[in-house]
């Protein structure tokens, strides 16, 4: 018998080299795993409501998920697991197809020509020359913002927080209805496990909140336990590349690619700062390769009517799980390509019960903002920005613009340009345009 270190395995993922084991790496594949299930259900519900048919689309959703993110773990060696992102999903359902009327065709044209411009970006070295251009105290308040989304959707999705429209704010949910109770109890359990540096507290804590939620009535327990996909054919290959080449529609491609661009940067930052991964500079080494898979993801995507690919912010989860190589995305990968046959069983995992993992992960990512220099009002207000930027609009890519945006303002207009790397100016131009385009 081969010693564990001359395994398959090993040679793959460099296990020991990271200080984690096959069985860490799979059960942080199967949290990270259990806190993005939602997205079987949000995805294709607002895709729906675009026109496209429900059933095509959701295995489409899964096929895209699965095989992605597994290119992500075999490629890259990085525990980032990948989705469709929700606001580029909400904006081609809602703006595009709702508002604008634009056939969902020519959206999914306008996704395959901002991966393609996500892929030339990356070969010509233009994404990795970003990050290096990046202030450090924007890259330290990444991390934090990231781990306030994080809480901010677990919040919401457990029903402790909602969006008022008649205060135009965020209010207090209903903390006695079932699910709210359910999420405050699964809260408390991982919180203790977590307290008491139980192995595995997230996964234990879904797991034992999914059967407290039976009795509740919040559990749903299914009729069966296999199905069988439907064919993915009415949504293959249904993108209009030629029509998305309207010059009108450039700000609309824009709309797609600036915020994607940079939201999967924050991910990776984000994540990576969690498992302490990043180097000195707070650089994530080689996130070239991260960078490809995340644009052919948003490319490959498009030929399946499956909007933008990006880097889903619950890999922090798995991190947290101590999951720190590409076995733990695999893992995660080959869970989402198994519900194509057992959807009904998987998904009577409640978002109650994954809402708590969520809020506690954002809890462990805030412990960056202690190395921002909060004297120096030029490092500490773009960092401000970034993160309440993100909180407020609830998108991190957004946040990450308007920082960079404050930094390079104030500190020229404080007399300390040379402080500003030439480079970011010229950065300047598309964000402003990007705000802009917004308006």
Same mark, same amino acid.
């Given at each position: 018998?081969?010693?564990?270190?001359?395994?398959?395995?090993?040679?793959?993922?460099?296990?020991?080299?990271?200080?984690?084991?096959?069985?860490?790496?799979?059960?942080?594949?199967?949290?990270?795993?259990?806190?993005? @299930?939602?997205?079987?259900?949000?995805?294709?519900?607002?895709?729906?409501?675009?026109?496209?048919?429900?059933? =095509?689309?959701?295995?489409?959703?899964?096929?895209?998920?699965?095989?992605?993110?597994?290119?992500?773990?075999?490629?890259?060696?990085? +525990?980032?697991?990948?989705?469709?992102?929700?606001?580029?999903?909400?904006? @081609?359902?809602?703006?595009?197809?709702?508002?604008?009327?634009?056939?969902?065709?020519?959206?999914?044209?306008?996704?395959?020509?901002?991966?393609?411009?996500?892929?030339?970006?990356?070969?010509?070295?233009?994404?990795?020359?970003?990050?290096?251009?990046?202030?450090?105290?924007?890259?330290?308040?990444?991390?934090?913002?990231?781990?306030?989304?994080?809480?901010?959707?677990?919040?919401?999705?457990?029903?402790?927080?909602?969006?008022?429209?008649?205060?135009?704010?965020?209010?207090?949910?209903?903390?006695?209805?079932?699910?709210?109770?359910?999420?405050?109890?699964?809260?408390?359990?991982?919180?203790?496990?977590?307290?008491?540096?139980?192995?595995?507290?997230?996964?234990?804590?879904?797991?034992?909140?999914?059967?407290?939620?039976?009795?509740?009535?919040?559990?749903?327990?299914?009729?069966?336990?296999?199905?069988?996909?439907?064919?993915?054919? =009415?949504?293959?290959?249904?993108?209009?590349?030629?029509?998305?080449?309207?010059?009108?529609?450039?700000?609309?491609?824009?709309?797609?690619?600036? +915020?994607?661009?940079?939201?999967?940067?924050?991910?990776?930052?984000?994540?990576?700062?969690?498992?302490?991964?990043?180097?000195?500079?707070?650089?994530? =080494?080689?996130?070239?390769?991260?960078?490809?898979?995340?644009?052919?993801?948003?490319?490959?995507?498009?030929?399946?009517?499956?909007?933008?690919?990006?880097?889903?912010?619950?890999?922090?989860?798995?991190?947290?799980?101590?999951?720190?190589? /590409?076995?733990?995305?695999?893992?995660?990968?080959?869970?989402?390509?198994?519900?194509?046959?057992?959807?009904?069983?998987?998904?009577?995992?409640?978002?109650?019960?994954?809402?708590?993992?969520? &809020?506690?992960?954002?809890?462990?990512?805030?412990?960056?903002?202690?190395? &921002?220099?909060?004297?120096?009002?030029?490092?500490?207000?773009?960092?401000?920005?970034?993160?309440?930027?993100?909180?407020?609009?609830?998108?991190?890519?957004? /946040?990450?613009?308007?920082?960079?945006?404050?930094?390079?303002?104030?500190?020229?207009?404080?007399?300390?340009?040379?402080?500003?790397?030439?480079?970011?100016?010229?950065?300047?131009?598309?964000?402003?345009?990007?705000?802009?385009?917004?308006?």
């Amino acid at each position: 018998m081969s010693k564990p270190k001359d395994s398959v395995i090993e040679r793959l993922f460099k296990l020991s080299s990271f200080q984690t084991d096959n069985r860490t790496e799979i059960m942080a594949g199967l949290t990270i795993f259990m806190t993005m @299930l939602y997205v079987l259900i949000v995805v294709p519900g607002m895709l729906a409501g675009a026109g496209m048919p429900k059933g =095509p689309v959701t295995v489409a959703t899964i096929l895209m998920i699965g095989i992605v993110t597994i290119i992500m773990g075999l490629f890259t060696n990085r +525990p980032f697991a990948l989705a469709p992102g929700l606001g580029s999903v909400a904006f @081609l359902a809602v703006t595009l197809v709702t508002a604008e009327e634009i056939p969902w065709q020519t959206g999914m044209g306008m996704v395959f020509i901002s991966g393609m411009l996500f892929l030339l970006f990356t070969v010509l070295g233009l994404r990795q020359l970003i990050v290096r251009l990046m202030p450090p105290a924007i890259k330290l308040s990444i991390g934090a913002g990231v781990g306030l989304f994080i809480a901010l959707i677990g919040f919401r999705n457990a029903g402790l927080v909602v969006a008022s429209e008649k205060a135009n704010s965020l209010q207090m949910g209903d903390i006695g209805s079932p699910e709210a109770i359910l999420a405050l109890i699964g809260f408390l359990i991982m919180s203790v496990l977590l307290a008491r540096k139980v192995r595995g507290h997230l996964l234990i804590g879904i797991v034992v909140t999914t059967i407290i939620g039976i009795p509740m009535g919040i559990t749903k327990l299914p009729d069966s336990i296999f199905s069988l996909p439907e064919s993915v054919g =009415p949504v293959l290959f249904q993108l209009d590349i030629m029509d998305a080449l309207k010059l009108s529609y450039f700000p609309l491609i824009l709309a797609f690619f600036v +915020p994607d661009f940079f939201s999967s940067l924050g991910t990776f930052l984000g994540v990576a700062a969690k498992g302490n991964m990043l180097d000195k500079n707070g650089d994530l =080494p080689q996130i070239d390769k991260p960078f490809i898979v995340d644009a052919g993801g948003t490319v490959l995507g498009s030929l399946f009517s499956v909007p933008v690919m990006t880097t889903y912010v619950e890999s922090a989860a798995g991190v947290e799980a101590g999951g720190r190589t /590409g076995l733990t995305a695999v893992s995660t990968g080959v869970l989402f390509l198994l519900t194509l046959f057992i959807t009904p069983i998987i998904m009577i995992i409640p978002s109650a019960a994954t809402a708590p993992a969520l &809020i506690l992960v954002g809890l462990t990512m805030l412990s960056a903002v202690k190395n &921002i220099d909060f004297s120096d009002t030029t490092e500490s207000l773009p960092a401000f920005m970034t993160i309440v930027i993100t909180i407020f609009t609830f998108n991190f890519g957004n /946040g990450i613009a308007a920082g960079i945006i404050s930094y390079v303002l104030i500190k020229s207009l404080g007399g300390r340009f040379k402080e500003v790397h030439p480079g970011l100016y010229v950065l300047l131009i598309p964000l402003i345009l990007y705000f802009v385009t917004m308006a």
